[in-house]
């Protein structure tokens, strides 16, 4: 039973639609009578280490409802990664409190820090309910169909690149878009979605899931300009050669690594404009831009998918569900889908998760390697949410006749 | 009196809304009974000569309703600049096709090369309506108050920093992000649209109206990160020295030119990586990350203010009313704020914008250089638009009291 105080963090990157998780966390809690207090810790686990908590209970609904469609984590985040002694002063801090329940939302990183905490809790014969609510753009945690965050950061893309389209079409030239995605491609696929009329953006996709060769790649943009007189490509800031070597590392002079180990990807245009450099000097085209969506697609005001908030909702909701009812002390809710379009949520263990990292399906990239298939396109579609603006164009076949034949 | 064949064209960099003025002018074109054919030329002004024309009499009301809703030059674009050679094909294009009133979409260059053509046409006897019809995101036509464009790119820039602000403060650091602007800083302005909260982003707004000292911005940037523990810089990529240098081509190794002679400034990160390496250096701190908006945030799908959709459709409309009821031959539409907010639209003469650059007011700006006045911000609000997202934020004052005292 989900009773006394209960505690809720955001970890990792923030997402569009990760403090509707947090507002249905709160909002399902406070409805069963046991619980006296829902906690907000500041800044993930850092500030259940530093007391940092703010009373969620003290809230007004309405207000929970401004912060529910808020991007980005209202309680602040962090990228700390604990070890043993880092937990046993979470632990200190918890017990201090009397929480009994942890609700953490938080991609692979921060499963796997709840996996590692749970663990200790065990051993440490600590009864503590360690619940972890999924979120993160990237859409790479095993077992889920899908994660929340994804869908509206998909639209993003997707929606920049109709718009990169339809800008291309009108001054002709190569572009390159970077998209976020270390590991798993799903995001840079998902640009995909612009795909409307015959011919559209984007022409050439690169994911972190196949190997980078630049002379394909400059293969590809060449025959892709002489048959359109344009191309627009998109491009996974994890996109690697043959040996797993990020193409990024070729040009960097700093390499910075977080607390995880993982280098800075994001926050530098450097991977976009060693490709646009490469370009013009092999392709002798001018006229070769290059865009880093950068942290925009994570936390745009006001570009949002439908499904994407209402199951980010869903997810918090039986989180605190999950917590009440099930016999389980701890695990992760999930998101499956079923039928034609509709999602049921499963309480899972924190194994299948933690720390694990989902890539895309075979299934989901053409052989070439350099684009998406009808089925991964049957996948996206749903997800972009119910109301994508459409995009027309003048018909082509009102020529007007040639009077000088020029 | 409009009538006969009109053509329709456009040129100069795409906006969000462009296609509105377009379907404004066409459709408004048609209920006039003397008006036979309503032509549109592909890729502005090039495609006078190569008699590349659509005739949009043939296109459907809803079919258009669709192009209107859809960003960038339905017609595609140039960036040519007409010499007298250029004018007298176009000339020989016009007359081959009996057409006598040219509605040109565009900018600076854009209305500057319809100025040449109305002058060429007067001196060569030639009756040709030259109507100009305003847009540009860069918002720097003269005798406007703004221009169609500008409202739905400052909406995008808005929306992005407000997006990034919660980004940043969720994991705090230092962000640069890099908006379009040669000369004038309006869409670098408009990053002050995303304040609600006291302490909100951008914190820094570096203009090219203003000087930019390098020692000056990483001072203003360290005293703002010991105040709030981050900070959030919004600068345009026009910056330049006391020389009026390009802060960008310190940098770079090949500096691009179009054929008006501008440097190419978008369409690479490298401003926002160079400014980045600086901060990291000169002050220690770790966490600096760099955007570059590029193209996004003149072609973005969905963002969109619903006043510039209003006016850029009507600019358009207008155009072919001043056209058909004026006695001057050519001029352009120009847009003048009455009241609070209204606006009224104006035959003025095309000497008036061509060519010319407006810059932001002193008034608009603060007495550092690095911020932007209420008066500005009295200005741009009404233009983002009706349906600004609010954003919200959980009560900082709901803190739980500490218990270890940590």
């Known amino acids: ?48 280490v530093n007391e940092d908590f703010l009373d969620l209970t003290q ?76 979120k993160t753009i990237d859409n790479d945690l095993p077992v889920n169909d899908h994660t929340p965050g994804f869908p509206s950061a998909a639209r993003f893309v997707a929606s920049a690149f109709t718009g990169i389209n339809q800008d291309n079409m009108a001054l002709k030239g190569i572009y390159v878009g970077v998209v ?8 840079t696929a998902a640009a995909a979605g612009a795909h409307s009329f015959d011919g559209d953006a984007p022409h050439l996709i ?81 006229r070769v831009r290059g865009d880093t969506f950068g942290y925009l697609q994570r936390s745009f005001l006001g570009c949002v998918s439908d499904v994407d908030q209402r199951e980010a909702r869903e997810v918090g909701e039986k989180a605190a569900q999950f917590a009440n009812f099930s016999d389980r002390l701890s695990g992760t809710v999930t998101i ?14 924190i194994e299948t998760v933690a720390g694990l990292t989902k890539v895309m399906a075979d299934g989901f990239i053409n052989k070439l390697g350099n684009g998406v298939t009808p089925k991964f396109m049957d996948y996206l579609r749903p997800l972009l949410g119910s109301d994508m603006p459409r995009v027309g164009r003048l018909n082509p076949a009102n020529k007007v006749k040639k009077i000088l034949n020029k």
Request: charged fraction near 20%; include cysteine.
């Open 1 to 48: 039973m989900l009773q006394g105080k209960v505690l809720v963090a955001q970890g990792g990157g923030p997402t569009a639609v990760i403090n509707q998780s947090l507002v249905g966390v709160i909002l399902e809690s406070r409805k069963f009578a046991g619980v006296k207090h829902v906690y907000g810790s500041l800044h993930g686990i850092s500030g259940i």
């Open 59 to 134: 809230e007004t609904t309405a207000n929970l409802e401004l912060v529910a469609g808020t991007p980005c984590s209202g309680l602040g985040s962090t990228r700390d990664k604990p070890n043993t002694k880092y937990c046993r002063e979470i632990f200190k801090v918890l017990k201090a409190h009397e929480i009994g329940t942890f609700f953490y939302i938080g991609g692979n990183d921060s499963s796997d820090a709840l996996k590692i905490l749970a663990e200790m809790a065990v051993s440490d014969n600590y009864e503590l309910r360690c619940i972890h609510i999924p």
């Open 180 to 187: 976020m995605g270390r590991h798993a491609g799903f995001l």
């Open 206 to 286: 690169y994911l972190p899931e196949r190997s980078f060769e630049m002379n394909q790649f400059i293969g590809d943009v060449k025959r892709v300009y002489e048959k359109h007189g344009r191309c627009v490509v998109a491009v996974s800031e994890g996109i690697h050669d043959k040996k797993g070597t990020p193409i990024i590392t070729k040009l960097s002079k700093i390499v910075e690594k977080d607390a995880h180990g993982n280098i800075q990807l994001s926050g530098t245009g450097a991977l976009a404009d060693l490709l646009t450099d490469v370009i013009k000097s092999k392709t002798g085209i001018l």
């Open 336 to 349: 499956h889908r079923v039928g034609n379009y509709q999602v049921e949520y499963c309480f899972s263990k």
